[in-house]
Nanobody
Framework: QVQLVESGGGLVQAGGSLSLSCAAS????????MGWFRQAPGKEREFVAA???????HYADSVKGRFTISRDNAKNTVYLQMNDLKPEDTAVYYC?????????????????WGKGTLITVSL
C-alpha cells in the first residue's frame, strides 16, 4: 500500500522559513512527478510546486522565488523549502505523487496524496 507521510509543518512568523519533507513508501516514484499542493481555510486545494519525471521544477506563480522543491530518489522523498513566508501561505500542505500532467496541475492530476501538514504564518 502506497503511503505519503509529510513532516515539518508548524507555526512561523511572517518572513520566516520552514522546510517540509514527504517520504513515500509502498512503491518507487522514480520517473514520476512528485510535489505539493495546499488548501487554505475556505478555499480549494491548489498546486504549489512539483518536480517532474526528469527533475524539472514547476511552481505556482504565488511561490516562485520563495519556495524550492527538491527530491531524493534514493530515499523516495520530496522536499519543499519555504522562505519569506507570508500569512497568505497559511494552509494545509499536501504531498502529491504520480502527478500528470505536471504543468497546470490540478487535484485531478494526482494519483496519490498524503494526509497533509498544517503551516500557519503569523504576522
Amino acid at each position: 500500500q502506497v503511503q505519503l507521510v509529510e513532516s515539518g509543518g508548524g507555526l512561523v512568523q511572517a518572513g520566516g522559513s520552514l522546510s517540509l519533507s514527504c517520504a513515500a513508501s509502498g512503491r518507487s516514484f522514480i520517473g514520476y512527478a512528485m510535489g505539493w499542493f495546499r488548501q487554505a481555510p475556505g478555499k480549494e486545494r491548489e498546486f504549489v510546486a512539483a518536480t517532474d519525471w526528469n527533475d524539472v521544477a514547476h511552481y505556482a506563480d504565488s511561490v516562485k522565488g520563495r519556495f524550492t522543491i527538491s527530491r531524493d530518489n534514493a530515499k523516495n522523498t520530496v522536499y519543499l523549502q519555504m522562505n519569506d513566508l507570508k500569512p497568505e501561505d497559511t494552509a494545509v500542505y499536501y504531498c502529491a505523487a504520480d502527478i500528470k500532467p505536471v504543468g497546470q496541475a490540478g487535484v485531478d492530476s494526482v494519483n496519490y496524496w498524503g494526509k497533509g501538514t498544517l503551516i500557519t504564518v503569523s504576522l
